[in-house]
């Protein structure tokens, strides 16, 4: 079991052996192709999964240089799933009380953003800073990193409050509507008074 989860990138941390985000990021990619090749598991030759990465609390698809991370290290450690999630969300969800069980030597991947903003990324790509702990330098794990029942559990409270969080957005938007036609009845209205009111004065 994995006592601790990596969230966002800390400069400092023994965890991080020294090195720059940037440092890690490619040295993270560089032994797991060094592992791929030894052991014959390179993503391209031997793909496991048959869709892209993609982050599950956010539903969109890492299709940037993250990718390249993401299936180096999904194939190095023998995770066939093509799903990963923040650990910043995963630590979240153990504060809350939900018991996560790692299997043997899980590891993270750390996935950087190099740009300013999302605009070099269609609206179904992720944007790294746009989740998790909303920062450019997070790690991620991959959901067969955790035990089955973790894995359900997760998946569980992800797709409750993404239900919530839809269900709070659709009230929102009700509540809109229905102050627009409000106002608009109220102006209708109003305007109608004063075109009738000259001829009250007649």
């Given amino acids: 079991m994995t006592d601790y989860i990596q969230t966002k990138w800390r400069d400092g941390s023994a965890f991080n052996h020294n090195l720059t985000s940037d440092e890690y990021f490619y040295n993270q990619i560089f032994e797991a192709v060094k592992k791929n090749v030894s052991a014959g598991t390179l993503p391209q030759f031997s793909r496991k999964t048959s869709s892209m990465p993609v982050e599950l609390s956010t539903g969109k698809i890492i299709n940037d240089e993250n990718l390249i991370a993401l299936e180096q290290i999904a194939a190095s450690n023998n995770y066939n799933s093509s799903v990963w999630i923040f650990g910043d969300v995963l630590e979240k969800l153990r504060s809350e ?102 001829k009250s004065c007649l």
């Fill in 97 to 198: 009380g939900i018991r996560l069980n790692f299997k043997k030597d899980a590891q993270p991947a750390l996935c950087i953003t190099k740009y300013a903003n999302a605009t070099h990324l269609f609206g179904n790509e992720l944007y790294i800073a746009e989740g998790g702990a909303k920062t450019k330098a997070q790690f991620l794990y991959n959901l067969d990193s955790l035990d089955e029942r973790s894995q359900e559990a997760v998946k569980k409270h992800v797709k409750t409050a993404q239900e919530n969080v839809e269900a709070y957005s659709n009230e929102n938007f009700s509540n809109y509507i229905s102050n627009v036609k409000k106002s608009t009845y109220r102006k209708s209205s109003g305007s109608g008074r004063l075109k009738e009111f000259p």
